[in-house]
């Protein structure tokens, strides 16, 4: 079955720095375009960044672009989004997602991750 499971979220002050890591099961990982996407306090789902399958593209929402780089290590069957410079408005669950399309601003998935909280505050 397939599992994606994020972790490294935290508290951390503006400014600081968090690395997130999704780790991938139960499908061939190297085969598909990964996601990451978030979900503010009472606001929707958002797209923050995508990779292709080999990790060669990185592509990231007006709102993270210069801050957070998406990766990913095929051998370990793992991404991540390395965050810097956070800002109180990236408080948010980030997940990590496979399969995404968008219709408007919504991205829809085949499959999500549990969800790892971000909160940045001081």
């Known amino acids: 079955q397939v599992q994606l499971v994020e972790s490294g979220g935290g508290l951390v002050q503006p400014g600081g720095s968090l690395r997130l890591s999704c780790a991938a099961s139960g499908f061939t990982f190297s085969s598909y375009a990964m996601y990451w996407v978030r979900q503010g306090p009472g606001k929707g789902l958002a797209w923050v960044a995508s990779?292709?399958?080999?990790?060669?593209?990185?592509n990231y929402a007006d709102s993270v672009k210069g801050r957070f780089t998406i990766s990913r290590d095929n051998a370990k069957n793992t991404l991540y989004l390395q965050m810097d410079s956070l800002r109180p408005e990236d408080t948010a669950v980030y997940y990590c997602?496979?399969?995404?399309?968008?219709?408007?601003?919504?991205?829809?998935?085949?499959?999500w991750g549990q969800g790892t909280q971000v909160t940045v505050s001081s």
């Open positions: 990779t292709n399958y080999e990790g060669t593209t990185g």
């Open positions: 997602a496979r399969g995404c399309k968008y219709l408007g601003a919504t991205p829809n998935c085949d499959y």
